[in-house]
C-alpha cells in the first residue's frame, strides 16, 4: 500500500487518482470528528468538503517536520470543524441558552462520543479540572479565553490546566500511539 | 514572543483554543525552531489520538462525489466539433450585429477619449496581475506548455468580451504562435442542458466553433485555443444547446470583442 506521503506528493502534482485514495483513507474520521462537534449532518458534511478541497491544495504545505500526513490531516479537520462551530455560534442569534450547560454537561456528553479505550482511559486518568478544559476545548471548540468565562476561573488557571493536561496526555498517548504504529 | 512563552503556548495551539493572536505569534516562531516543531509533532499526535477516538460514522457516498468533482482539473479543454451539416440560420446576421458592435466600441471610444489613458493604466495593472494568476492556475493544468507559452509571450494580446451578461471573461492570444486562451471567471451557469459555445468571426463567411465549455461556479476556467488569429476579427460567445454544441450559432452572441 502506498504510504500516506507517497500520495500527497503525488497530489502536489496533481493527481486526482492520489486525492481519491486519501480520501477513502481519511474520510470517517474527518467527517465523524465534525459530526461530533457540529452535532449535525449537513454541516458535517459541508465541512468535510472544505477540508479535503483544502487539503487538495494545500498539499504542498505539508512539512513532514511537525508530524505524520494523519495527525497533520486531523489537525486540518479539527482546525476547520472549529471555525465552523465559531461561526455557527456567532449566527445564533441568542447564543447564551445552548450555552448555559455546565462545562461538566458538555464533558460528560464529550466524554460519551469518545470510543477508542486509549484515548478514554487516558482522559479518564487527568485530574477532572485538567480534563474539563481540554475536553471544553478540544472537543467544544472553545478557546482558553472562553473557557476561563464560562468556568469562572482566572485565564492563568485554564492556560495551567491545559499545559499539565497535554503534556500528561503526551507521555501516555505518544509512545503508545508511535508503539502502535 | 520568546521561546519559552510559545513552547507553553503549544498544547493549546494544538487543540486550536489559542486567540487568533497567539495563533499568529505561534507559528512565527515554529517555522525557525526545531525544538518547537518536535513539540507540536508530539502534541499533534495527542490531538489527531482525540480525533480518532470519537465514534465512526461513515459519510455518505454523495459526498464523496461531490468532493471528486470538485477537484476535477480546472481547466476544461474545447476540442472544436466539426461541422455535420451545413450551414443554415443567423450567420450572417449574426457577423452583421458584430459590425455594429465594433463600430459603437469606436464611437464610444472617441467620445470618451479622455477617461481612455486612465483605463489603459487600470487594464494594464489588471493584465499583470491576471498574468500572474494565469501563470499560478496554469501550474495544474494539462495543457500546461501551451499555456505557459502563451502567458510569458511579449507579444500577448488581450481582448476583454462584453455583451449582454455580466461576466469576467478575457481572451488573451498571440497572433505569431497561434496560441490562444480564453480565461472565464465569474459567468453564471448557461443553464441545464446549455453550453456556452466560443466562436471566431471571420469579416466573410461563417463563424468558426472554437469549442464549448461549462463554467464551474466559484473556479475559474482557462479554455486553450488554437488557431490563426490573423484571420479573424471577433471572437463571440453564444448560448447552444449541450452537451456539444451547434455547428453554427443559433442564437445572438452573450459576449463579444473585436481582436
Known amino acids: ?181 | 514572543m520568546t521561546h519559552n512563552q510559545v513552547a507553553e503556548l503549544l498544547p493549546a495551539y494544538a487543540l486550536d483554543a489559542l486567540s487568533p493572536e497567539d495563533v499568529r505569534a505561534v507559528e512565527d516562531h515554529v517555522r525557525g525552531c526545531q525544538d518547537c516543531q518536535r513539540d507540536l509533532a508530539a502534541f499533534t499526535t495527542v490531538t489527531a489520538a482525540m480525533a480518532d477516538s470519537v465514534l465512526m460514522t461513515t459519510p455518505p457516498p454523495a459526498l464523496r462525489a461531490r468532493v471528486l468533482e470538485a477537484v476535477r482539473p480546472e481547466v476544461d479543454v474545447a476540442v472544436p466539433r466539426p461541422v455535420p451539416h451545413r450551414a443554415r440560420g443567423l450567420s450572417f446576421g449574426w457577423a452583421l450585429g458584430l459590425a455594429a458592435a465594433a463600430a459603437a466600441v469606436v464611437v464610444a471610444v472617441g467620445a470618451v477619449g479622455v477617461i481612455l489613458n486612465q483605463r489603459l493604466a487600470d487594464l494594464h495593472t489588471q493584465l499583470s496581475r491576471q498574468t500572474e494568476q494565469l501563470n499560478a492556475l496554469s501550474i495544474r493544468v494539462t495543457q500546461q506548455e501551451q499555456l505557459l507559452a502563451i502567458v510569458t509571450n511579449p507579444a500577448l494580446k488581450r481582448a476583454t468580451l462584453a455583451g449582454s451578461v455580466v461576466g469576467d471573461v478575457q481572451f488573451v492570444y498571440d497572433p505569431a504562435s497561434r496560441l490562444g486562451a480564453l480565461i472565464v471567471r465569474n459567468l453564471t451557469d448557461p443553464g441545464q442542458g446549455r453550453v456556452y459555445q466560443l466562436w471566431l468571426v471571420a469579416a466573410a463567411g461563417a463563424p468558426q466553433s472554437a469549442g464549448v465549455f461549462r463554467p464551474v461556479t466559484g473556479r475559474s476556467l482557462v479554455v486553450p485555443i488554437t488557431a490563426d488569429f490573423t484571420r479573424y476579427r471577433a471572437i463571440a460567445i453564444s448560448v447552444e444547446q449541450g452537451p456539444s454544441g451547434a455547428p453554427l450559432p443559433t442564437a445572438p452572441p452573450i459576449l463579444s470583442a473585436i481582436l
Open chain 1, 1 to 181: 500500500m502506498e504510504s500516506d506521503e507517497d500520495l500527497l506528493a503525488r497530489m502536489v502534482r496533481g493527481d486526482e487518482g492520489a486525492f481519491a485514495m486519501l480520501y477513502d483513507r481519511f474520510s470517517a474520521p474527518v467527517y465523524s470528528l465534525a459530526l461530533r462537534m457540529l452535532g449535525d449532518r449537513a454541516a458535517a458534511e459541508e465541512t468535510t468538503q472544505e477540508v479535503f478541497l483544502g487539503i487538495w491544495r494545500g498539499a504542498g504545505a505539508f512539512d513532514p517536520r511537525r508530524g505524520s500526513v494523519r495527525s497533520w490531516l486531523l489537525a486540518q479537520a479539527h482546525h476547520k470543524t472549529v471555525d465552523a462551530l465559531r461561526r455557527a455560534r456567532l449566527r445564533a442569534t441568542d447564543p447564551l441558552p445552548a450555552q448555559v450547560a455546565a462545562g461538566s454537561e458538555i464533558e460528560a456528553e464529550a466524554l460519551r462520543g469518545v470510543e477508542t479505550g486509549l484515548v478514554r482511559d487516558a482522559l479518564g486518568g487527568l485530574p477532572a479540572e485538567q480534563r474539563e478544559a481540554i475536553i471544553l476545548a478540544y472537543y467544544g471548540g472553545y478557546t482558553q479565553q472562553e473557557i476561563a468565562g464560562r468556568l469562572q476561573i482566572p485565564l492563568g488557571t485554564v492556560k495551567t490546566r491545559i499545559r499539565d493536561g497535554m503534556q500528561r496526555l503526551r507521555r501516555q498517548l505518544v509512545s503508545e500511539v508511535q508503539l502502535d504504529a
